[in-house]
Nanobody, 114 residues
Framework: QVQLVESGGGLVQPGGSLRLSCAAS????????MGWYRQAPGKQRDLVAA??????NYAAAVKDRFTISRDNAKNTVYLQMSSLKPEDTAVYYC?????????WGQGTQVTVSS
């Protein structure tokens, strides 16, 4: 089994920054994709950013404001969020794909409000 522990969410003012972390532990034999999704109230869960061995993908809404990074030695993925907007408010979920085995974190709330 694999456990994902997220941290770093909270309340921030518009224009502020937050850094999310997600550490994977347990029976890890290889991770092909690590990423972040978000779900706002009443909306579907959407991809924010994902990092693979071949590159990085960002949702258009966050490109140039968010940066995803990965520490393979620690099995940890980060999401640095800058220039935050109220529309970034959502529950952010960590996602790990181990060559077809997909795991989700419990979610961390990010609220952007003045």
């Amino acid at each position: 089994q694999v456990q994902l522990v997220e941290s770093g969410g909270g309340l921030v003012q518009p224009g502020g920054s937050l850094r999310l972390s997600c550490a994977a532990s347990g029976s890890i034999f290889g991770i092909s994709v690590m990423g972040w999704y978000r779900q706002a109230p009443g909306k579907q869960r959407d991809l924010v950013a994902a990092i693979t061995g071949g590159g990085i993908n960002y949702a258009a809404a966050v490109k140039d404001r968010f940066t995803i990074s990965r520490d393979n030695a620690k099995n940890t993925v980060y999401l640095q969020m800058s220039s935050l907007k109220p529309e970034d408010t959502a529950v952010y979920y960590c996602n790990v794909d181990m060559f077809g085995r997909v795991y989700w974190g419990q979610g961390t709330q990010v609220t952007v409000s003045s």
